[in-house]
Protein backbone atom coordinates (compact mmCIF):
# COMPACT_ATOMS: atom_id res chain seq x y z
CA UNK A 1 0.00 0.00 0.00
CA UNK A 2 2.95 2.75 0.58
CA UNK A 3 4.31 1.59 -2.46
CA UNK A 4 1.30 2.27 -4.22
CA UNK A 5 0.46 5.50 -2.67
CA UNK A 6 4.38 6.76 -2.76
CA UNK A 7 3.23 6.32 -6.68
CA UNK A 8 0.19 8.35 -6.89
CA UNK A 9 1.61 11.33 -4.64
CA UNK A 10 5.11 10.73 -7.36
CA UNK A 11 2.64 11.41 -10.49
CA UNK A 12 0.69 14.35 -9.02
CA UNK A 13 3.39 16.67 -7.52
CA UNK A 14 5.52 15.72 -10.33
CA UNK A 15 3.30 17.08 -12.72
CA UNK A 16 2.59 20.39 -10.34
CA UNK A 17 6.24 20.35 -9.92
CA UNK A 18 6.70 20.72 -14.01
CA UNK A 19 4.22 23.54 -14.03
CA UNK A 20 5.35 25.50 -10.91
CA UNK A 21 9.40 25.05 -12.13
CA UNK A 22 8.56 26.29 -15.66
CA UNK A 23 9.28 29.71 -14.78
CA UNK A 24 13.13 28.62 -13.21
CA UNK A 25 13.78 26.28 -16.03
CA UNK A 26 13.13 28.99 -18.70
CA UNK A 27 16.25 31.07 -17.52
CA UNK A 28 18.30 28.56 -16.93
CA UNK A 29 17.45 26.88 -20.76
CA UNK A 30 18.33 30.32 -21.90
CA UNK A 31 21.67 30.80 -19.86
CA UNK A 32 23.04 27.40 -20.81
CA UNK A 33 22.29 27.87 -24.69
CA UNK A 34 24.42 31.06 -24.19
CA UNK A 35 27.60 29.78 -22.28
CA UNK A 36 29.81 26.87 -21.57
CA UNK A 37 29.07 24.39 -24.93
CA UNK A 38 25.68 25.44 -25.29
CA UNK A 39 23.97 22.21 -23.80
CA UNK A 40 21.18 22.22 -21.93
CA UNK A 41 20.38 18.90 -21.05
CA UNK A 42 22.39 16.08 -20.30
CA UNK A 43 21.38 12.79 -20.76
CA UNK A 44 23.00 9.83 -18.92
CA UNK A 45 22.44 6.25 -18.48
CA UNK A 46 22.09 5.39 -14.49
CA UNK A 47 21.26 1.94 -12.48
CA UNK A 48 17.36 1.80 -11.47
CA UNK A 49 15.14 0.14 -9.66
CA UNK A 50 16.14 -3.81 -9.59
CA UNK A 51 19.14 -2.74 -11.50
CA UNK A 52 17.55 -1.76 -14.52
CA UNK A 53 19.36 0.91 -16.58
CA UNK A 54 17.58 4.01 -17.70
CA UNK A 55 18.01 7.38 -18.86
CA UNK A 56 18.33 10.28 -16.10
CA UNK A 57 17.61 14.18 -16.83
CA UNK A 58 19.92 16.66 -15.57
CA UNK A 59 20.91 20.22 -16.59
CA UNK A 60 24.37 20.13 -18.17
CA UNK A 61 27.01 21.11 -15.77
CA UNK A 62 30.15 19.54 -17.08
CA UNK A 63 32.15 19.37 -20.25
CA UNK A 64 30.02 16.78 -22.93
CA UNK A 65 33.06 14.89 -22.96
CA UNK A 66 33.90 14.94 -18.86
CA UNK A 67 33.32 11.11 -19.05
CA UNK A 68 36.48 10.43 -20.54
CA UNK A 69 38.81 13.33 -18.93
CA UNK A 70 39.89 13.93 -15.85
CA UNK A 71 38.43 11.20 -13.28
CA UNK A 72 35.51 10.14 -14.88
CA UNK A 73 32.63 8.82 -12.60
CA UNK A 74 34.04 10.83 -9.95
CA UNK A 75 33.47 14.64 -9.10
CA UNK A 76 36.31 16.57 -6.70
CA UNK A 77 36.07 19.88 -5.52
CA UNK A 78 36.47 22.86 -8.12
CA UNK A 79 36.82 20.34 -10.82
CA UNK A 80 38.02 21.68 -14.32
CA UNK A 81 35.51 19.68 -15.80
CA UNK A 82 31.98 22.18 -14.49
CA UNK A 83 31.56 24.84 -16.52
CA UNK A 84 30.97 28.16 -14.71
CA UNK A 85 27.16 28.18 -14.82
CA UNK A 86 27.32 24.48 -14.20
CA UNK A 87 28.93 25.33 -10.59
CA UNK A 88 25.54 27.55 -9.56
CA UNK A 89 24.07 24.89 -11.10
CA UNK A 90 25.29 22.46 -8.98
CA UNK A 91 25.28 24.23 -5.27
CA UNK A 92 21.91 24.76 -5.69
CA UNK A 93 21.19 21.23 -6.88
CA UNK A 94 18.94 23.15 -9.63
CA UNK A 95 20.94 20.18 -12.36
CA UNK A 96 18.90 18.17 -10.58
CA UNK A 97 15.37 19.78 -11.09
CA UNK A 98 14.55 18.18 -14.62
CA UNK A 99 14.36 14.56 -12.94
CA UNK A 100 10.75 15.30 -12.07
CA UNK A 101 10.41 13.91 -15.65
CA UNK A 102 12.18 10.90 -14.43
CA UNK A 103 9.22 10.96 -11.71
CA UNK A 104 7.09 11.25 -13.91
CA UNK A 105 7.56 8.32 -16.06
CA UNK A 106 8.15 5.91 -13.19
CA UNK A 107 11.94 5.65 -13.33
CA UNK A 108 12.40 7.69 -10.20
CA UNK A 109 10.55 8.60 -7.47
CA UNK A 110 11.33 12.27 -5.32
CA UNK A 111 13.09 10.13 -2.27
CA UNK A 112 15.05 6.95 -2.42
CA UNK A 113 18.82 6.34 -2.92
CA UNK A 114 20.57 8.26 -5.61
CA UNK A 115 21.22 6.34 -9.45
CA UNK A 116 24.55 5.78 -10.24
CA UNK A 117 26.02 5.42 -13.10
CA UNK A 118 27.15 1.69 -14.16
CA UNK A 119 30.63 2.22 -13.49
CA UNK A 120 30.35 3.53 -9.80
CA UNK A 121 27.54 0.63 -9.19
CA UNK A 122 29.85 -1.77 -10.40
CA UNK A 123 32.36 -0.52 -7.18
CA UNK A 124 29.46 -1.74 -4.46
CA UNK A 125 30.10 -5.60 -3.32
CA UNK A 126 28.23 -8.44 -4.67
CA UNK A 127 25.95 -8.26 -1.44
CA UNK A 128 25.24 -4.22 -1.85
CA UNK A 129 24.71 -4.75 -5.38
CA UNK A 130 21.23 -6.84 -4.38
CA UNK A 131 20.27 -4.49 -2.16
CA UNK A 132 20.35 -1.13 -2.62
CA UNK A 133 17.89 -0.32 -4.97
CA UNK A 134 15.42 -2.78 -4.04
CA UNK A 135 13.45 0.88 -3.49
CA UNK A 136 12.89 3.55 -6.70
CA UNK A 137 15.64 5.59 -7.09
CA UNK A 138 15.02 9.63 -5.71
CA UNK A 139 15.49 12.83 -6.68
CA UNK A 140 17.22 13.23 -2.99
CA UNK A 141 17.82 10.72 -0.45
CA UNK A 142 19.68 10.38 2.63
CA UNK A 143 22.43 9.69 0.98
CA UNK A 144 22.53 12.68 -1.34
CA UNK A 145 22.03 14.61 2.16
CA UNK A 146 24.82 12.93 4.34
CA UNK A 147 27.34 13.04 1.46
CA UNK A 148 26.45 16.97 0.33
CA UNK A 149 29.87 17.37 0.84
CA UNK A 150 31.52 13.93 -1.02
CA UNK A 151 32.95 16.03 -3.27
CA UNK A 152 34.74 17.69 -0.61
CA UNK A 153 35.60 14.12 1.02
CA UNK A 154 37.32 13.53 -2.00
CA UNK A 155 39.45 16.43 -2.33
CA UNK A 156 40.99 16.33 1.50
CA UNK A 157 41.20 12.77 1.54
CA UNK A 158 44.67 10.83 1.23
CA UNK A 159 43.68 8.19 -1.09
CA UNK A 160 43.74 8.90 -4.72
CA UNK A 161 39.91 9.85 -5.60
CA UNK A 162 38.61 6.69 -7.15
CA UNK A 163 39.95 4.52 -4.06
CA UNK A 164 38.31 7.25 -1.22
CA UNK A 165 35.10 7.12 -3.36
CA UNK A 166 35.24 2.98 -3.31
CA UNK A 167 36.66 2.30 0.37
CA UNK A 168 35.58 5.39 1.96
CA UNK A 169 32.34 6.71 0.81
CA UNK A 170 30.44 4.04 -1.13
CA UNK A 171 30.47 1.55 2.11
CA UNK A 172 28.63 3.94 4.16
CA UNK A 173 26.59 5.10 1.44
CA UNK A 174 25.23 2.02 0.35
CA UNK A 175 24.57 1.46 4.87
CA UNK A 176 22.63 4.22 4.35
CA UNK A 177 19.97 3.18 1.74
CA UNK A 178 19.67 -0.26 3.61
CA UNK A 179 18.56 2.11 6.40
CA UNK A 180 16.35 3.69 4.38
CA UNK A 181 14.72 0.74 3.42
CA UNK A 182 14.10 -0.52 6.86
CA UNK A 183 13.18 2.71 7.89
CA UNK A 184 10.71 3.56 4.83
CA UNK A 185 7.89 5.68 6.12
CA UNK A 186 5.57 8.62 5.05
CA UNK A 187 7.28 10.42 8.09
CA UNK A 188 10.75 9.45 6.76
CA UNK A 189 9.91 10.68 3.27
CA UNK A 190 8.85 13.77 4.45
CA UNK A 191 11.94 14.57 6.64
CA UNK A 192 14.02 13.64 3.94
CA UNK A 193 12.64 16.27 1.63
CA UNK A 194 12.86 18.74 4.01
CA UNK A 195 16.27 17.98 4.69
CA UNK A 196 17.39 18.43 1.35
CA UNK A 197 15.76 21.91 1.39
CA UNK A 198 17.25 22.76 4.87
CA UNK A 199 20.68 22.11 3.87
CA UNK A 200 20.56 24.06 0.88
CA UNK A 201 20.04 26.84 3.33
CA UNK A 202 22.34 25.89 5.83
CA UNK A 203 24.48 23.09 4.39
CA UNK A 204 26.94 22.98 7.43
CA UNK A 205 24.25 22.25 9.74
CA UNK A 206 24.11 18.40 11.53
CA UNK A 207 20.45 18.08 11.48
CA UNK A 208 20.24 15.26 9.92
CA UNK A 209 21.65 13.12 12.80
CA UNK A 210 19.31 14.65 14.93
CA UNK A 211 16.44 14.07 13.23
CA UNK A 212 17.78 10.27 12.57
CA UNK A 213 19.47 9.17 15.38
CA UNK A 214 19.75 5.68 13.83
CA UNK A 215 21.45 6.62 11.44
CA UNK A 216 24.78 4.62 10.77
CA UNK A 217 27.65 5.99 12.70
CA UNK A 218 29.81 7.78 10.75
CA UNK A 219 33.64 7.41 10.94
CA UNK A 220 35.20 10.03 8.57
Same mark, same amino acid.
Given at each position: ???? !? ?7 ? #? ?5 ? *????? !??? /??? *? *? @???? +? %? &? ?12 IFRIWKFATMLKNSPNMGHGDVT ?9 ? $? ?28 ? *???? $? ?10 ? /? ?5 ? @???? $? ?5 ? %? ?10 ? +? ?10 ? $?? @? %? &????? +? ?15 ? /? ?17 ? #??
Amino acid at each position: MYKL !IKRFFDIIF #SLIAIII *LLPVF !IPI /VIL *L *L @LTGE +H %E &VFFRQERVGYKNKIFRIWKFATMLKNSPNMGHGDVTVRRDPRITAV $GRFLRQSKFNELPQVINILTGDMSFVGPRP *LMKV $GFDRYSDEMKSK /VYNTQPG @LTGI $GSIVFRD %EELIITQSSLPP +HECYRDVILPYK $GA @L %E &VWYQQ +HQSFYTDFMIMFLTAWY /VVFPKSNLVYKVFSSLPKR #SF
